[in-house]
């Protein structure tokens, strides 16, 4: 993986939120209205979510965003601080935290929409006032929750400066990435649908994401890792398209999976793992976390995805 020898360190960005969650029979359909008789708080957002599995995981984790004034944000920002995640480099400015709406039905799906507060507010001056954070040999963990111009000023910095950088791709950009950013980004994250936008064409199966892998490889990204749920992990082994099967768990809340697989990547990155490793270790984490419901209060410790591992044959 380029010349990249990890330190440990994990700088991640990306949005901090509110979640708030309830659980339903069934997701609603366009104009439909479904009743539910309960209601739940938890703290989340991408990136706050991917920071603490990342440091649960136990990789030294920073968060680098921007929060607000309110009560809110005041409380993410100690519950990432009881979870490990050096807080030091949040910049408060007036204004609010991210409020995420969450439904999920009793499969464990869910439907997420968001409005980013003050995390939309860190800009491309942020990243080169902050520029000293990018350090060589740490890892940057970024997702696209925040101001696309401020991802790209990050992974361009990040790149240049010697980190390995790992993108989850969520949400998609609604425009193409700039022609230089994928060879400035050594892991791309994205789930199927996610992957579906970037290659331009619909993935419906694990064949489809096999291709895709190629495709991406074509577009730049060194090492690109599809998500596909229950169906597995998509990634290349020594340039060829390879399966990692899902593990087979009682699903409760599939919320922050994603998240758990991408901050369990890095850390086992951030401490040396091959990617082959690290990918069997992330999917484990990010199984344990659909059995229980929340965002981050979903993470399982990492004495739960060894034990986890000790137990797979």
């Given at each position: 993986m380029r010349d990249f020898r990890p330190n440990g360190e994990i700088l991640c960005m990306g949005s901090v939120n509110i979640d708030m969650v309830m659980v339903m029979h069934k997701l609603p359909n366009e104009g439909e209205t479904i009743v539910t008789d309960n209601f739940s708080t938890y703290p989340g957002g991408k990136g706050g979510n991917q920071a603490v599995a990342a440091a649960q995981m136990?990789?030294?984790?920073?968060?680098?965003?921007?929060?607000?004034?309110?009560?809110?944000?005041?409380?993410?920002?100690?519950?990432l601080e009881e979870k490990g995640v050096k807080t030091d480099n949040i910049?408060?400015?007036?204004?609010?935290?991210?409020?995420?709406?969450?439904?999920?039905?009793?499969?464990?799906?869910?439907?997420?929409?968001?409005?980013?507060?003050?995390?939309?507010?860190?800009?491309p001056e942020?990243?080169?006032?902050?520029?000293?954070?990018?350090?060589?040999?740490?890892?940057?963990?970024?997702?696209?929750?925040?101001?696309?111009?401020?991802v790209y000023k990050a992974v361009r910095a990040a790149h240049k400066n010697g980190m390995l950088v790992i993108l989850d791709p969520s949400p998609v950009p609604t425009e193409p990435f700039p022609e230089?950013?994928?060879?400035?980004?050594d892991i791309v994250k994205p789930n199927q649908t996610?992957?579906?936008?970037?290659?331009?064409?619909?993935?419906?199966?694990?064949?489809?994401?096999?291709?895709?892998?190629?495709?991406l490889r074509r577009m730049g990204f060194a090492f690109p890792v599809i998500t596909l749920g229950e169906d597995g992990v998509i990634s290349l082994a020594g340039g060829s398209p390879v399966l990692t099967p899902s593990h087979t768990v009682k699903a409760v809340d599939t919320t922050a999976a994603g998240d758990v697989f991408s901050g369990a990547l890095a850390a086992a990155i951030a401490g040396a793992e091959q990617l082959e490793t690290a990918i069997g270790f992330a999917n484990a984490a990010a199984a344990l976390s659909i059995m229980r419901k929340g965002a981050q209060t979903s993470i399982p410790s990492l004495d739960e995805v060894k034990d986890f591992l000790k137990g797979v044959t």
């Open positions: 136990g990789a030294r984790t920073s968060m680098f965003t921007k929060l607000g004034t309110d009560e809110l944000s005041g409380t993410l920002k100690k519950q910049i408060i400015e007036e204004g609010t935290a991210g409020i995420a709406i969450i439904r999920v039905d009793l499969e464990g799906r869910n439907s997420i929409s968001f409005t980013p507060g003050n995390n939309a507010l860190l800009t942020d990243v080169e006032i902050h520029r000293n954070l990018f350090e060589p040999n740490k890892i940057l963990l970024i997702t696209m929750e925040i101001s696309t111009p401020t230089d950013i994928p060879r400035c980004i996610e992957a579906s936008w970037m290659v331009g064409r619909k993935i419906e199966s694990a064949d489809d994401a096999k291709e895709a892998v190629l495709d």
